[in-house]
């Protein structure tokens, strides 16, 4: 019988061929838009990211009340539109019209101000000086020593502040959160990752050593789960809400689907998109269905069972294989 990380690796690897199976649904979709094929992976798509919110939703989002679900929407909105700025694109967003579709349903409560973006970075900072010291350990922020400074999570604002009291500051992360999963799993794996970003922060103009493209599509991402999540509770009992929120939703995976079928294919999918969809469908449908049937060793069963009880869009995917 498997045990716990085997089952905790088995959740990575169904999550990252779920994000592999949106990403190459969204190339092969760009290949055969207007055709039969095209609608056929406009709907497996479309299933992929709803499969991505089952897993990720299920014992974390859907712990939330229905206000705190708009809320967590909300200030990804705004946390979107923040990264958008730096990367030099469009800084709409859609808050307000997630706040006005809240004043829709029944008894939501959510503030009318929008929030603040205080993005948390994964940064190096040199050198380790007894006055940061001090000042880390007032806050009670934890770093890592590293190299000749240390390797902190901190709000953009205080990674500014310190480069102007002339540290060197480079941004490694720009979701601290994937910096501090990746510390907690392999310190080997991390340290190398380290390596890497701080040589590729160094030589960029600002001190960047991760990609905002791929970042932006992360975001993306976790705002399509949480959009989905909501509109699924909305559908409930919340009928002017659940109706307003379904063109935000949409243009979510308009954004999602354009940064997918930017990012770079694999080989198969270079290759020849449809088939390499079909395969990673192939792979999601049994890799949920294999771990849904082991008894739970993780807490992880309801997640595995989710996708494995969405089904599978692989029939109608392989009716348009040649």
Same mark, same amino acid.
């Given at each position: 019988m498997p045990d716990r990380s085997e089952h905790l690796a088995a959740f990575d690897q169904l999550a990252n061929e779920l994000h592999? *199976? $949106?990403?190459?649904?969204?190339?092969?979709?760009?290949?055969h838009r207007g055709t039969a094929a095209g609608e056929a992976l406009d709907g497996a798509l479309e299933h992929t990211l709803d499969r991505? %919110?089952?897993?990720?939703?299920r014992g974390t989002h859907e712990n939330l009340d229905t206000t705190e679900m708009f809320e967590t929407a909300i200030a990804n909105e705004i946390a979107l539109a923040h990264e958008r700025a730096a990367a030099g694109l469009s800084t709409d967003h859609h808050a307000q019209a997630l706040i006005d579709a809240a004043r829709r349903g029944v008894r939501i409560n959510v503030s009318g101000h929008l929030p603040q973006a205080r993005p948390l970075r994964g940064a190096y900072v040199a050198p380790l000086r007894p006055e940061l010291r001090a000042w880390l350990h007032q806050r009670h922020e934890p770093f890592i020593a590293w190299r000749d400074g240390i390797v902190v999570a901190l709000p953009e604002e205080e990674? *500014? =502040?310190?480069r102007q009291a002339g540290d060197e500051v480079e941004v490694l992360f720009l979701d601290a959160?994937?910096?501090?999963?990746l510390a907690a799993r392999d310190r080997a794996a991390f340290?190398?990752?380290?390596?890497?970003?701080?040589?590729a922060a160094r030589a960029a103009p600002d001190h960047v050593g991760d990609s905002r493209e791929r970042h932006l599509q992360r975001l993306l991402h976790r705002q399509s789960i949480v959009l989905r999540g909501l509109r699924d509770r909305l559908a409930g009992g919340h009928p002017g809400a659940h109706q307003a929120i379904?063109? !935000?939703?949409? =243009?979510?995976?308009? %954004?999602?689907?354009? $940064?997918? $079928?930017? %990012? %770079?294919?694999?080989?198969?999918?270079?290759?020849?998109?449809?088939?390499?969809? !079909?395969?990673?469908?192939? =792979?999601?449908?049994?890799? $949920?269905a294999r771990w849904a049937a082991e008894p739970d060793e993780a807490g992880l069963h309801n997640r595995f069972a989710a996708v494995d009880e969405?089904?599978?869009?692989?029939?109608?995917l392989q009716q348009h294989r040649r």
């Open positions: 592999t *199976a $949106a990403t190459t649904q969204a190339h092969a979709l760009r290949a991505l %919110a089952l897993l990720y939703g990674l *500014a =502040r310190l959160d994937e910096m501090l999963d340290e190398a990752e380290l390596d890497r970003r701080l040589a379904q063109p !935000i939703v949409a =243009r979510n995976r308009a %954004a999602l689907e354009n $940064a997918l $079928a930017g %990012a %770079a294919p694999t080989r198969a999918a270079l290759a020849d998109p449809l088939s390499a969809a !079909i395969d990673h469908e192939r =792979r999601v449908q049994e890799l $949920a969405a089904g599978s869009r692989l029939d109608a």
